[in-house]
């Protein structure tokens, strides 16, 4: 999985030291909030007690990063719990969080609705990833099941890009389920512009840590990359529960 430039940075910078010598308390919060923003071009979200001893979490624009108590040190990646089966702490700080960002996403979201629904994924996604279309092909297999799906735009080429107005004309589409399943099948979509805010979606799945498509996040905020199949997604969401 190819690292976002900002994470690239951020890899190159593993044991860097910061421009501060602050703890992660009361003011000192700020000042690394404000030392990561200045390194990294990095906004901050919150920080918080790393599953480490001595460490700091930082849940941010580009993902989780972890800091020393100190404010010197900092890296980027995944920390796993082996006594619990190798289950993935990184990924659970961000997994509600990723639940209250994606609210003021809702009302902008295309939603495939089942009919007995069960239960709800949100997938991000891109109009011209094979898997993608490969998933919305089988979207009455999902339904079927009782999995409502519904959809935010990644453009895998950033924003702005051909492949983000792509993504524009199909959510401002006088009918945007059509458009998307027109789009998914090879179709040309009319270009339209509407107030759809295509560069937040995309930024708010970098915030998740996303950097491919498509990305499913479970009702727990836990996200699954990759396709699944119908079947297989519905046993990832039992076993989620």
């Known amino acids: 999985m190819k690292m976002t430039k900002a994470l690239a940075v951020v ?3 593993i044991f860097a030291p910061l421009a501060t010598a602050a703890t992660a308390t009361g003011s000192d919060e700020a000042q690394l909030k404000q030392a990561l923003a200045d390194n990294l071009g990095v906004e901050v979200h919150s920080i918080s007690d790393a599953p480490i001893n001595g460490l700091y979490q930082a849940i941010t624009d580009r993902g989780v990063l972890y800091i020393s108590a100190d404010g010197s040190k900092l890296f980027h990646g995944n920390i796993y719990d082996l ?3 190798m289950k993935n702490l990184t990924d659970a700080a961000l997994a509600g969080p990723r639940l209250e960002m994606m609210q003021p996403f809702e009302d902008d979201m295309l939603v495939y609705k089942a009919k007995n629904e069960k239960h709800v994924v949100t997938i991000f996604t ?3 990833c094979g898997y993608c279309r490969k998933l919305h092909a089988e979207m009455d297999d999902y339904n079927d099941l009782g999995i409502t799906v519904r959809y935010l735009a990644f453009p895998r080429r950033g924003v702005p890009s051909a492949n983000a107005d792509e993504m524009q004309a199909v959510w401002c589409a006088k ?10 099948a090879g179709g040309n979509v009319k270009a339209a512009s509407c107030d759809i805010d295509i560069a937040g979606q995309y930024k708010l799945g970098q ?3 996303i ?3 498509p990305a499913i996040v479970l009702e727990n905020g836990s996200i699954v990359p990759g396709y699944q199949p119908p079947q297989q997604l519905l046993q990832t969401l039992e076993r989620s529960q």
């Open 11 to 13: 890899a190159a910078l």
């Open 207 to 209: 915030t998740f840590g």
């Open 175 to 184: 009918d945007p389920l059509k458009a998307m399943t027109d789009a998914k």
């Open 126 to 128: 891109d109009v011209d």
């Open 211 to 213: 950097s491919g498509t």
């Open 83 to 85: 006594n619990q089966r």
